[in-house]
């Protein structure tokens, strides 16, 4: 009964095995054609893509074809161990001539018969990107072999154990020995016979059996180890991690039902160290606790692994690098960390010569191996000479197990005072030629890997194609980086389009006319971005026609024509178009220069022109002004003068007294015309000061408020905190009142808004190109808007000249724009109009800023007294105002000498310089102005008091007189309180009128 169930117990225990080994076998399975995909996709990313089912047969036999047999050569497994690459049909199989398995594109595990009725256990996986797969199989009799093989060892040793027992409760105490001597036989035979390595020792470690397998594994007899501890057979770092583990498993009820897979590394006899994995079982043998390890020497395989490890790393370095200087330290750190060895190093044949030069070293630790880099990228090699001279003569690989003891190895002293050993390098080439030589290093002495040098020499020709396909395609973008340069810094916008439309090149200039990256507007088309909509509907047919039978008209010729830009604005521009044939397509390249500063400038131009003509027309009409001014004034006095004279000689009742009025009143409103007249002209004599422009302008809107109709609303925006201005508060004024006026008038029939705005503003290089006359730096702005009826551009071009009106007969002189432009021009300012046909009008004037401190105005005294009387010399070569000036003076009380030329003045006064107290001289007369009179006058008697009187002068103005040393300057025609109040003032010492 006992049998019985510990044979169903082992029935048990070997179905859980064989499904564990098939579990295990897929995993293996899987992970090999993990491996394999991803070295094959890595091709792939080197070269160009294809589509889906397009790629080429001579690619498929050359590239992956080749890539695939020399990674199935570099690793077996098994006994029917076998890769396959497939091509996978549409519908998402695959096709092979030996099996037909039904698997989905992701890949997975089947089991299933193949052609010759062999059922094997296979794993698949699909290349992306590529109509292929890859398969890895095995036959399952193969599997069940393996692990029958050693569920029957335990098996037959359970069962052994069993008969022992037996023939000890049969037989007797007495022949026990003997029977279990016989039993022991048996077991170590068949322990013997083994295929794996397979040792057995008992609970406390010690070694019972050793099979022949485990001798050569471990280099060693069973004799020289039986009786010892198998901890010793593992190296010493591990001896306790294998301590811990047998521990373990016994101490595991789950663990003890079959055996567990285990990594050492172990040590053979002369200390060679070498992978081991060993599946460890249990089992009582007369009552004591036996332990079997089956052993397997994984040296190959983690050989193999690291040759796969190494290639792959090689092949992802080749995909993702995109330049030779970037790859090469990579590949050299990949095959070292990947095989395990401390130091990598670049040769390359330096063009032009025939010597290997180093170009890059690699080691695992900058701390290590420093004096051996050091004496490695000093030397070079010529053909024969040294590891790297070899490969080069021979273009074969070398594997040197000891580079120490190498002969014609230069290197080798430093070598070993670093302690490196083992040696291989092979060549990189692209066919036939050799481009360079890579080399390596360990600190151990290895034995030649055979399989990996072979391995090596494709490595060493793809390296090759990818160093000439990455030279190429530096060449490609250097020409490209200069063909875009150029480009880029034409002064023209460059577009491509291809037949359909669609935008294919666009340069940096296009990007800044347009406003469209070269990322965003690439594959658009471009009658939808940079063609205004009115031109899109004829642009389809007008562009198909130019490419065939009209090309003539346009290609290679420059017109003009309105662009897009993003922001909605159009824009003129001037276009030239080229097409060139290419794979029997037509490319068609556009030249664009953007007309915008050519139509500004050309406009610029013609308003500067009119704005001279305008400035000259001006400016003949201020001379004529100006040169009429002094006689009118000289007229304008005389009357205005005997006219007040004879008011102050009749009585208040005089019927006369009103008729005088009037005529002093229309004298008044001819002087003022004058003074018009000479603003405009320029010429006025007025004197400017610095102040701030709110209070002035707030005073004027004052004023104005109170004139305006109900049906007219004023808004004002003064800007209080505005820099001051030089100017003349009564001008300033008097413009605001006239465009004020203005504004009225035009909002008169419906009413509407008037709007006065006061502020600061700076002044930069783009107004300065846009309105005539400015410069830059900070301004005073003022702006009247109304909402009133416009203008059309024929009055606007007129409204500053003299006398011009579009005001009903008798509303008007036509100078109140006239006089605003001349103050304006003649303050250092700009005045501009904006105004439209029933949108209103808008004056703009810009006056500069000063940096001059704010004068207080000086208030002279309106105190009655006028100082003493005195003798008043009165000067003038008017006839008609002498006698005026002498009844009018005597009137006030002065005694009057008066003269008709500078000269006798002169000479009056030198002869006698006491008799008089003060000089009142014209400014114009002939023989001698006012000016060398008075300087004459003041140099026999300093201080001497003067007033200068002028109708117009191109040479004298207030400030000149004054700073001067002139008491006072009256403006013609002299009004009797002006006069009595400038004698008043020059009568009193230091008081400047």
Request: glycine share 8%.
């Amino acid at each position: 009964m006992v049998t019985g169930l510990i044979l169903s117990l082992n029935v048990f225990v070997f179905i859980w095995l064989y499904v564990e080994a098939v579990e295990d076998e897929k995993d293996r399975l899987t992970h090999l054609t993990s491996i394999y995909v991803h070295n094959l996709e890595s091709v792939n990313q080197l070269t160009p893509g294809w589509d889906e089912g397009a790629m080429p047969q001579e690619f498929f036999a050359n590239r992956i074809q080749q890539e695939f047999d020399s990674l199935r050569d570099q690793h077996h497994f098994g006994q029917t161990g076998e890769m396959l690459l497939v091509r996978r049909h549409e519908n998402g199989g695959q096709s092979s001539s030996q099996f037909q398995p039904d698997l989905s594109l992701d890949g997975g595990t089947q089991i299933l018969p193949d052609s010759r009725g062999n059922r094997v256990l296979l794993a698949y996986q699909p290349l992306e990107g590529l109509p292929l797969g890859v398969i890895a199989k095995i036959n399952i009799q193969e599997i069940q072999f393996l692990y029958v093989l050693g569920g029957g060892a335990i098996a037959l040793l359970e069962l052994g154990i069993i008969m022992v027992v037996g023939l000890i409760l049969v037989q007797g105490k007495k022949g026990s020995r003997q029977h279990s001597a016989k039993d022991r036989e048996k077991i170590r035979g068949f322990v013997a016979s083994g295929g794996e390595g397979i040792v057995t020792f008992n609970e406390y470690g010690k070694i019972k059996t050793f099979n022949e397998t485990a001798e050569a594994m471990f280099s060693c007899q069973a004799s020289e180890v039986i009786g010892r501890p198998f901890r010793n057979l593992v190296v010493p770092p591990e001896q306790d991690v294998w301590d811990l583990f047998v521990l373990s498993y016994g101490q595991s009820r789950i663990q003890r039902m079959g055996g567990v897979l285990k990594e050492f590394k172990a040590q053979k006899k002369d200390g060679t160290v070498f992978p081991l994995s060993l599946t460890l079982s249990e089992s009582l043998l007369a009552d004591q606790r036996m332990f079997t390890a089956f052993l397997r020497d994984e040296t190959e395989q983690k050989l193999a692994e690291r040759r796969l490890a190494a290639q792959y790393a090689i092949a992802r370095v080749l995909a993702d690098c995109t330049t030779i200087q970037q790859a090469t330290p990579e590949i050299l750190q990949a095959v070292c960390k990947s095989l395990g060895w401390q130091v990598g190093v670049l040769w390359q044949v330096k063009p032009g010569t025939k010597i290997l030069f180093c170009v890059e070293v690699w080691r695992t630790s900058h701390e290590r191996f420093s004096e051996f880099v050091a004496v490695t990228q000093s030397m070079s090699f010529s053909k024969g000479v040294g590891l790297p001279g070899r490969i080069w003569e021979t273009g074969n690989p070398i594997w040197i197990p000891d580079a120490v003891k190498d002969p014609n190895f230069p290197r080798a002293p430093m070598a070993a005072q670093e302690g490196l050993h083992a040696a291989f390098a092979f060549p990189i080439r692209l066919g036939e030629t050799i481009l360079g030589v890579m080399e390596f290093f360990s600190r151990e002495i290895q034995e030649p890997d055979e399989a990996l040098l072979h391995q090596m020499v494709s490595v060493g020709s793809q390296i090759g194609q990818f160093m000439q396909r990455k030279e190429t395609e530096m060449a490609l973008r250097e020409s490209e980086e200069r063909t875009r340069l150029i480009l880029d810094t034409a002064l023209d916008a460059v577009i491509t389009l291809d037949e359909q439309g669609y935008v294919i090149g666009w340069n940096s200039q296009a990007e800044r006319m347009f406003g469209w990256s070269r990322e965003e507007i690439i594959g658009q088309q471009v009658v939808n971005t940079i063609i205004p909509p009115k031109y899109r509907e004829a642009y389809p047919q007008g562009i198909q026609g130019y490419l065939t039978s009209e090309v003539g008209a346009i290609l290679n010729k420059r017109i003009e024509l309105s662009g897009l830009h993003r922001d909605g604005h159009e824009f003129p521009l001037e276009l030239a178009i080229t097409a060139v044939q290419s794979q029997g397509k037509t490319i068609v390249s556009g030249f664009l220069r953007d007309l915008t500063e050519r139509r500004q400038t050309e406009e610029a131009l013609l308003k500067s022109e009119e704005q001279r003509r305008q400035a000259q027309k001006m400016e003949a009409i201020g001379t004529l002004a100006g040169g009429i001014a002094h006689d009118f004034n000289n007229i304008l006095s005389a009357i205005i003068g005997y006219t007040e004279l004879a008011m102050t000689q009749i009585g208040v009742g005089s019927p006369v007294l009103p008729r005088l009025q009037e005529v002093l009143r229309a004298g008044y409103r001819a002087k003022n015309l004058v003074r018009q007249i000479l603003t405009f002209s320029r010429r006025d004599e007025s004197g400017k000061k610095v102040m701030y422009l709110q209070p002035i302008v707030q005073e004027a809107l004052n004023l104005l408020r109170a004139s305006l109709p109900s049906t007219i609303y004023l808004h004002a925006e003064l800007q209080p905190s505005t820099a001051p201005v030089l100017a003349d508060a009564t001008q300033i004024h008097q413009v605001v009142m006239n465009l004020g006026a203005n504004a009225e008038y035009a909002m008169r029939p419906m009413g509407g808004r008037l709007t006065v705005t006061l502020d600061e503003v700076a002044i930069d290089e783009t107004t300065v190109s846009l309105v005539q006359g400015l410069h830059a730096g900070p301004y005073i702005r003022l702006k009247v808007a109304d909402s009133g009826q416009g203008m059309s551009p024929s009055v606007t071009k007129r409204i500053f000249d003299p006398f011009f009106t579009t005001k009903d007969v008798g509303e008007g002189t036509g100078m109140g724009l006239a006089v605003i432009h001349g103050v304006v021009t003649s303050h250092g300012g700009v005045i501009r109009v904006d105004s439209r046909k029933g949108q209103g009008t808008t004056f703009t004037i810009y006056l500069p800023c000063s940096s001059l401190p704010v004068e207080v105005q000086q208030v002279l005294s309106t105190s009655s007294s006028y100082g003493r009387k005195g003798t008043v010399m009165f000067v003038d070569d008017e006839v008609s105002i002498a006698k005026w000036a002498k009844d009018m003076l005597e009137n006030m009380g002065y005694l009057v000498v008066v003269f008709t030329n500078g000269p006798e003045a002169l000479q009056a006064f030198k002869e006698n310089p006491d008799q008089f107290d003060v000089l009142v001289t014209d400014q114009t007369m002939p023989g001698m102005t006012g000016e060398l009179l008075a300087r004459q006058v003041m140099s026999i008697r300093p201080g001497f008091p003067v007033i200068l009187c002028s109708g117009f002068s191109y040479t004298m103005n207030k400030d000149k007189a004054l700073s001067m040393g002139f008491r006072a300057y009256l403006a013609k025609p002299v009004l009797m309180g002006d006069m009595e109040q400038a004698l008043q003032v020059a009568l009193t010492p230091s008081v400047p009128h």
